[in-house]
């Protein structure tokens, strides 16, 4: 067996050796052959295995986490290390200057002015407080060319109580003024058809002294919650010397409510003027002349915001009583803004139309011209509508401007005329063309108006305005007393930390008036009263964080203007004086 097995791999390596030889024999023969491929290459791309986004987690095979506890073995370490302590930089600090509740001012002046103020404020505890103010202002007069009386003291005295809380504030005032003033200004040409000696006894026999009291009582409250934002009530009773009376009361309250995620507000006016003089100007009734009206306001409104548009739209409505002749009327007027960011806070356009029935009184009046007669007519007036439109915003963040036009449509304007006279008759101590009377009027009126402002600095700030008006009348020959243009500008400044100083200056265009001798005519043509500058100036000291010493110049250009026909003003004027500030 052992042979055959042998003679068998003989035999196989035999035939395995014969087999390459011939192989390799015909691989001799082979010829070159070229081999065209019909079929295009197509590319096949074979599936992606996608990985899903939320994975299947399979941890049925996963062993349960064994809980583990351990603790640490801690001991103490002694240590000698000592940390340094840190020290915080040191910062200057200005010293806060100390404020004062209460100071008294007093000055005197050329004319042998005196003027002197005091005010005191004391709180009582935590939120409740008192105080009180007291002004006096009087000039012996002596105005040049001024044949009659022409002093005057104007003082007053003022108490307030009030407290604050966190959810209001409320404060109650009383108050009591006293003005004596004298009709000094007769006209030009006054006694010229009379002799120098009975000129001279009717002007001795004149006595133009006049006095008002005026008896204010009223209070204001706050709220920080609630539909009820704030009201506010006043009392007044003025009185003149010559049984003149009137009682002025208004109350005030401002409510909000919240309706479909829009604020309404609403304001409430009740109104009332009443009062009577003792006769008229000419003396033909022996009646007393009485008035009297009740005005109740609502003016609704609410504003609406969106990116750069602020819109306020609303309405105010009036219902007016005459008292005193039992006609009642019912106005409606506009009250409408609105405002639009053309560049940001730099240029802000605006316009708007708003009307109102504003309340006339003898108290009013005489405030804004001392020397009328009591002998008024008195009436609210129908503002219609004042139809306006602006630009404002800053140039740069210390300069402000606004630029406004305005168009005004207004019934019963109330003008200031001067009264006609007659110097042959006997009259009362006002009816020689030296007091001033209230005549009505519907007129339009188209205005333009500009002011800028600018804080150049902590030390110096400085601002100007004016006022172009352009007046048309119904009845009226002209817009009595009322300038068509009116500047004025003021500039205040710190020159040291100790001195310091400041100016202003006013401008008054021309104005129109008209007075009649009724002893020699009956008509007579309007007169012109120039323009005036009033050039006004101060200068002041403090000595101390108490005390200050103050030197104040008024009419620095010696101007006797005319104010009102035939009432020239004191020309130039110095105070000086000094401010004390305390503590109880």
């Known amino acids: 067996m052992k042979f055959n097995f042998q003679n068998k791999i003989s035999i196989a390596v035999l035939l395995m050796v014969l087999q390459v030889s011939f192989a390799q024999k015909k691989e001799e023969n082979i010829g070159s052959e070229v081999v065209n491929v019909v079929k295009p290459y197509t590319p096949a791309i074979s599936d992606a295995f996608k990985v899903q986004e939320t994975p299947v987690l399979d941890d049925e095979g996963n062993a349960k986490k064994e809980t583990i506890k351990y603790s640490i073995f801690s001991f103490p370490v002694a240590s000698t290390f000592t940390p340094s302590k840190g020290k915080a930089e040191g910062v200057d600090k200005t010293k806060q200057e100390h404020l004062y509740n209460n100071y008294a001012t007093l000055g005197f002046g050329n004319y042998r002015t005196l003027n002197a103020e005091l005010f005191v404020n004391q709180e009582l505890d935590n939120n409740d407080y008192v105080g009180g103010m007291f002004r006096h202002l009087s ?29 209001m504030s409320w404060n109650l005032d009383l108050g009591y003024k006293n003005q004596i003033y004298n009709w000094y200004g007769l006209p030009e040409n006054f006694g010229a058809s009379l002799n120098p000696a009975d000129r001279s006894d009717l002007i001795f026999a004149i006595d133009p002294q006049h006095t008002y009291n005026t008896i204010s009582f009223g209070g204001k409250i706050d709220f920080n919650e609630g539909f009820l934002n704030e009201a506010s009530m006043k009392f007044n009773r003025f009185t003149d010397a010559l049984g003149s009376a009137e009682n002025r009361f208004y109350v005030k ?16 006016t009740v109104d009332y003027v009443g009062g009577s003089f003792e006769n008229n ?25 969106k990116e750069d548009w ?24 506009p009250n409408f803004n609105a405002s639009y960011k053309v560049v940001g806070d730099l240029m802000i356009f605006y316009a708007g139309a708003e009307g109102n029935l504003e309340q006339n009184s003898y108290m009013d009046f005489a405030n804004e011209n001392l020397f009328l007669s009591p002998t008024l007519d008195i009436r609210p007036t129908d503002q219609q509508y004042d139809v306006f439109a602006g630009l404002k915003g800053k140039i740069v963040n210390n300069v402000s401007y606004n630029i406004r036009g305005s168009y005004i449509n207004e019934r019963n304007k109330a003008l200031y005329r001067s009264n006609d006279y007659n110097e042959n008759v006997s009259n009362e101590d006002y009816a020689y063309g030296n007091s001033f009377q209230v005549v009505y009027d519907d007129m339009k009126t188209v205005s ?16 100007i305005s004016g006022t172009f008006s352009s007046y048309t009348n119904d009845v009226q020959q002209e817009a009595w007393n009322l300038p068509t243009i009116k500047l004025n500008s003021n500039i205040d400044f710190n020159i040291t930390p100790k001195w310091f100083a400041g100016a202003a200056v006013f401008y008054v265009g021309e104005r129109k008036d008209i007075q009649s001798n009724t002893a020699f005519v009956t008509n007579s043509s309007p007169i012109t009263l120039d323009s005036y500058f009033d050039v006004n100036a101060h200068l002041g000291y403090k000595y101390n964080s108490q005390l200050t010493g103050f030197v104040r110049a008024n009419n620095i250009t010696n101007n006797g203007y005319q104010k009102w026909l035939n009432y020239p003003v004191q020309s130039f004027q110095i105070v000086v004086g000094a401010n004390y500030k305390f503590d109880f």
């Open 139 to 167: 000039s012996q007069g002596g105005i040049t060319g001024v044949e009659l009386d022409d002093r005057f003291y104007d003082s007053s005295i003022n108490l307030t109580y009030g407290a604050n809380y966190n959810d």
């Open 253 to 268: 309250p401002s409510l909000q409510f919240d309706v479909m995620d829009e604020s309404i507000k609403t304001d409430i």
């Open 281 to 305: 100007y000419l003396k033909t009734n022996t009646e007393p002349l009485k008035y009297g009206y009740t005005n109740l306001g609502i003016a609704p409104s609410f504003v609406m915001q």
């Open 310 to 333: 602020t819109l306020n739209i609303g309405a105010k409505v009036f219902y007016s009583l005459d008292n005193e002749n039992s006609t009642n009327k019912l106005y409606v007027y």
């Open 448 to 463: 333009f108006s500009g002011d800028l402002k600018a804080n150049f600095s902590d030390d110096v700030t400085f601002g």
